[in-house]
């Protein structure tokens, strides 16, 4: 069973800084692709980032594009977001999610696996 736990969440001015970590125990993740998600009040859950694991292909949805950045730790079997310049339409719950299926990387049902979600709040 994979589990996915994520922290580094809180409350940033607009402008600011943030990174999200996504622990994974479970299966070797070696297979997978992890994506972010994030969903504010009121609004489905969309793509942020993915990265495949044994690959290192990432995608990035364009309102984060050059602003964020998904990364990951072998040895720590870690996925990172490093979120910079923050604007108040990133506030939301951010999800880290796991796949392991060739399915698209962008759309939410293809992840199998999901975390607890963390808050992300951009203040002005």
């Known amino acids: 069973q994979v589990q996915l736990v994520e922290s580094g969440g809180g409350l940033v001015q607009a402008g600011g800084s943030l990174r999200l970590s996504c622990g994974v125990s479970?299966?070797?993740?070696?297979?997978?692709?992890m994506g972010w998600f994030r969903q504010a009040p009121g609004k489905e859950r969309e793509f942020v980032a993915a990265i495949r694991w044994s690959a290192l292909t990432t995608y990035y949805a364009d309102t984060v594009k050059g602003r964020f950045t998904i990364s990951k730790d072998n040895a720590k079997n870690t996925v990172f977001l490093q979120m910079n310049s923050l604007k108040l339409e990133d506030t939301g719950v951010y999800f880290c999610a796991a796949k392991y299926n060739s399915g698209s990387s962008v759309s939410p049902g293809t992840y199998a696996y999901w975390g607890q979600g963390t808050q992300v709040t951009v203040s002005s």
């Open positions: 479970g299966p070797t993740p070696s297979s997978s692709t």
